[in-house]
């Protein structure tokens, strides 16, 4: 076992609809959009990550923009494949090998995945050279990188909203005890901003456009204590055909996003209904713990704490909590043995 030992490198994948994380040697090597630039006449694939985000809405018809993953598990095999392929290729330390290494790696699916869902992604896996494949749910990854000790028997809350799927799970003794996993959550909430773009001011707006007024002034609530400033958005209008722009408060953008958080605080309300008693008494003293992108959506906090009644935590560097949490279960794989899936 020693010389395969000292051929292997090991590696923490987050695979996320929205953002791809890798960690290596515990540091995060790779942070890149998951989204592939494929060349449609000869199949080759022609930018991956920042590169290929840069051309998403401004292609022509012989390049198209992929997002491979869909609401968190693998919609498109071989872009998926050869996109993971290449940010594997990109990390610094592995360019530096004369040949491939072979790789142990954790990568983190969604709790409600199916078990099809699951082996296209260890399949995806297995061909980038990973000879030993662990899968870890999302909120476990979470809550091991926000820092609590899952293995005790105490109740802890998580709320991970990620690009495409907002996971809710009730952890104790390394396990999920209840949880629920709805497909609203970062992607929805750009797609809403269109949609009230396009009735409310007869504006045309792209995704990247729509995504950065989600992060520049995107909010929960209509009464913010430090609003952010007033955003001017340009697109295209849908009665003359010409640019224009228009000026847009997080007001706005909170009403535009209401009914689609009202369906995360219920998704939240229902988890906590099926918390065992016990559990839910420690959830009292606890808290709820917020991590992935859409957690740092302004407000959402207070809004989350107002309707529950509880505590509610963001985590520190909430994108990079999930692949933190993988990163260390790689590195603790005797400690976390019970809650990989091999």
């Not at 790696?105 to 061909?127: F, N, Q, Y």
Request: charged letters at 25%.
């Amino acid at each position: 076992m020693g010389f395969f030992d000292f051929m292997t490198e090991e590696i923490a994948i987050d695979l996320g609809t929205a953002n791809t994380l890798i960690i290596h040697m515990d540091k995060v090597v790779v942070d890149s959009p998951s989204i592939v630039a494929r060349d449609r006449i000869s199949g080759k694939i022609i930018a991956v990550g920042r590169e290929a985000s840069m051309m998403q809405g401004k292609t022509h018809e012989n390049i198209k923009t992929i997002r491979p993953l869909k609401d968190g598990v693998i919609a498109d095999f071989d872009a998926s494949e050869k996109m993971i392929n290449m940010f594997i290729k990109n990390i610094p330390a592995l360019k530096k090998k004369w040949f491939p290494p072979a790789l142990r790696m954790v990568i983190c699916i969604p709790s409600g995945i199916t078990e099809v869902e699951m082996r296209a992604v260890r399949e995806s896996a297995e061909r980038v050279n990973g000879k030993e494949v662990y899968l870890i749910h999302e909120p476990m990854a979470a809550a091991i990188g926000i820092g609590l000790d899952i293995m005790q028997p105490k109740g802890n809350m998580i709320v991970d909203i990620g690009g495409g799927t907002t996971e809710i799970a009730v952890i104790a003794l390394g396990g999920i005890v209840c949880d629920k996993s709805v497909k609203i959550a970062g992607d929805v909430f750009t797609n809403d901003i269109i949609y009230y773009m396009r009735t409310q001011h007869n504006l045309y707006v792209g995704e990247s456009t729509a995504e950065a007024i989600k992060i520049e002034i995107g909010s929960a609530i209509e009464d913010l204590k430090s609003p952010p400033e007033d955003k001017q958005i340009q697109g295209r209008d849908l009665l003359t055909g010409k640019p224009k722009q228009v000026s847009i408060s997080y007001r706005e953008i909170a009403k535009a996003l209401d009914k689609s958080i009202l369906r995360v605080e219920d998704a939240v309300m229902e988890t906590l209904s099926q918390t065992p008693p016990e559990l839910a008494a420690d959830i009292y003293n606890t808290g709820i713990y917020l991590a992935g992108g859409g957690s740092m959506l302004r407000g959402l906090d207070r809004r989350l704490s107002q309707k529950t009644d509880l505590p509610v935590y963001i985590a520190e560097d909430p994108l990079r909590a999930v692949v933190r949490g993988t990163g260390i279960a790689l590195k603790n794989l005797e400690r976390y043995k019970s809650i990989l899936i091999k």
